[in-house]
């Protein structure tokens, strides 16, 4: 018998840009005009993110790429253009490659190793699709409890980090409801 879907997580990760409300860090809309930014609600201060700006873009105008933490790199032609509005482009690229590049890497590799550990272990459960940083599950009854235990676990660990990698769960009736 089939419980409903669920939904795993990455949680922490924030993105920060002039469009949605910063008021969370504590900082003023102008401040987010730099660039779409990620933190983690213990790294928010402007400082940081204005540094971790500036040293991303200045790494991208050297090596003319942006890289992901596993050292996928998005190669930015532009980034030294003389033309502001191309070269704009390509910084916010720059700061974005290390940041949703890197989340993308991270779920790639976690879907891998759920996608052999259910296949190994024979399970009905399936994996059935992937929504940015969530993975929502076709889940049995009588699997939820390992299901839910090993997801997280596999989740966690795929790519290990000097900070713990947190994941929610929810377990619903279809996907609409987990949100």
Known sequence: MKT?????????FTILSPLVSTSSCGL??????????????RACDTLTLALLATETINFAREKEYGETILGRRRYLRDINSRN???RGFAERNAINAPIQGSATD?????MIQI??????????T????????????DLHHEEQKIVKL???ELMRSAVILDVPMEVEVGIVKNWLEAH
Request: proline fraction near 4%; charge should be positive; aromatic fraction near 10%.
């Open 150 to 152: 090993k997801v997280i």
């Open 106 to 110: 991270i779920i790639k590799i976690a």
């Open 28 to 41: 003023p809309r102008y401040k987010t005009k730099l660039a779409p930014l990620a933190f983690t609600s």
């Open 4 to 12: 409903g879907k669920a939904c795993f997580n990455y949680s922490g």
């Open 115 to 124: 996608h052999k550990w259910l296949e190994r272990e024979k399970l009905k």
């Open 84 to 86: 502001i509005t191309t």
């Open 126 to 137: 399936k994996m059935i699709m992937q929504v940015h940083d969530e993975l929502v599950f």
